[in-house]
């Protein structure tokens, strides 16, 4: 948990050791697995520099906590970014708001919700079976905290802290293919989130799952939940909420092959893109804006679906700023996308280089997802004397184990 939180704020274990009077080595002494001698004094001071409530890390609550020195709070929170660990500030720019949480018991809440948006920083370069042990602890402290709540509110806090938790954990068992964890962890998300009585985080949810099912084939019962989550948004929502479901309906729509309703979708996607404000966080639960690059990558996709070379090469401009995007799973997967329009345009090298690479990382990264959608990418071509750079791509598919 201190680790955790320790570089959410971009602070150094020397730095944290210096405002609280311990060696860089005892601070990573405390932070592994909690190895090494040192007294409950010193594990106190590093959690009230941090802001960390003491019952997560193993220590009784003692009432009101005392605040360190005025001048050092006040540079610590200037030279390292400490402030977005306290109770109204946010994880970072790329990751958007935290919940807004009030009442007792509410930073307890808080950090957890931190400690999510940590494992989410990681999960675009970490295999997902290496960070789902993690979240699934994780997990069990989020309920562990739920079980002492006595108050409707604390349970409803409690609830939109674990929904996030079990969202996550749906994604990362899809990335592995393991679609049954992962609709389970899904269902539980949105229940979740009903319990917490958040209609924008229930949404989420629904569109999330809907995202999940449409990926399987089960477009009906994708466009239902996308259905179901809109109901939800009635009355005063965010515009990225609608601009994000219209995408999903897009893809929907595609992938049933449905290319009038997938470009109605669109449209009505760009035009409530351009009602999100670029100059805000995305609101929570999501982490990353959504911009006219986010509308082109869909497109994209629905282009490949469709078998439309022309839909993917009008917007491949904006797509390929999308892959250049820090997350390499998303940028192998629209990537994926792509080399299936280069395809349907007879663009046989290139789009197998393409595919090539986004292979790469689906082997490097063991996304079970990227694997799978790199052997439907492969299905779509027959040849009986296939080109050398459509054998080099078997070799390494014929070759991969996940």
């Not at 390292?80 to 935290?98: N, Q």
């Not at 402290?141 to 674990?162: C, H, N, P, S, Y």
């Not at 790199?374 to 459509?390: I, L």
Request: net charge neutral; proline share 3%.
């Amino acid at each position: 948990m201190i680790q955790l939180v320790r570089r959410d704020a971009r602070v150094s274990q020397r730095q944290l050791g210096d405002f609280c009077g311990l060696s860089q080595s005892a601070v990573s002494r405390i932070e592994q697995r909690g190895s090494g001698a040192y007294d409950m004094k010193t594990l106190a001071r590093v959690a009230e520099y941090l802001s960390i409530p003491p019952s997560l890390v193993g220590l009784a609550e003692t009432g009101s906590r005392p605040s360190p020195p005025t001048e050092d709070r006040e540079s610590l929170g200037s030279r390292s970014g400490l402030a977005a660990v306290h109770e109204d500030a946010t994880v970072s720019e790329l990751h958007g708001s935290l919940p807004r949480i009030s009442g007792a018991g509410a930073d307890q809440a808080h950090v957890l919700s931190i400690a999510t948006h940590s494992f989410r920083k990681v999960e675009a370069t970490v295999a997902a079976p290496q960070l789902l042990d993690a979240v699934q602890g994780h997990m069990r402290l989020v309920r562990a905290v739920t079980a002492q709540e006595t108050d409707r509110e604390g349970r409803a806090r409690m609830a939109a802290v674990g929904s996030e938790v079990a969202s996550f954990a749906g994604w990362l068992c899809w990335d592995m293919s393991d679609q049954g964890s992962a609709r389970s962890w899904y269902g539980a998300a949105i229940k979740a989130a009903k319990r917490s009585h958040r209609p924008l985080l229930t949404a989420y949810q629904q569109g999330s799952l809907a995202q999940f099912e449409v990926e399987l084939g089960n477009v009906a019962q994708g466009l239902q939940l996308i259905r179901a989550a809109r109901e939800q948004l009635s009355g005063d929502y965010p515009a990225i909420s609608a601009a994000w479901l219209s995408s999903l309906e897009a893809v929907a729509h595609a992938t049933a092959g449905n290319s009038r309703e997938a470009d109605r979708a669109l449209l009505d996607s760009e035009i409530r893109t351009r009602e999100v404000s670029r100059d805000e966080m995305p609101p929570w639960p999501w982490i990353f804006t959504f911009d006219q690059r986010k509308v082109a990558a869909a497109r994209v996709t629905c282009g490949a679906r469709l078998a439309r070379a022309r839909w993917v090469e009008e917007s491949l401009d904006d797509a390929r700023s999308a892959l250049t995007a820090g997350h390499q799973k998303q940028r192998a997967l629209l990537g994926l996308d792509v080399a299936s329009g280069y395809l349907s345009s007879g663009q046989l090298d290139s789009a197998f280089a393409l595919a090539l690479r986004s292979l790469d990382v689906g082997v490097r990264l063991r996304s079970g997802r990227i694997v799978e959608r790199a052997r439907a990418f492969r299905r779509a071509y027959a040849s009986t004397s296939p080109p050398s750079v459509v054998r080099e791509f078997d070799a390494q598919l014929h070759d991969v184990y996940l």
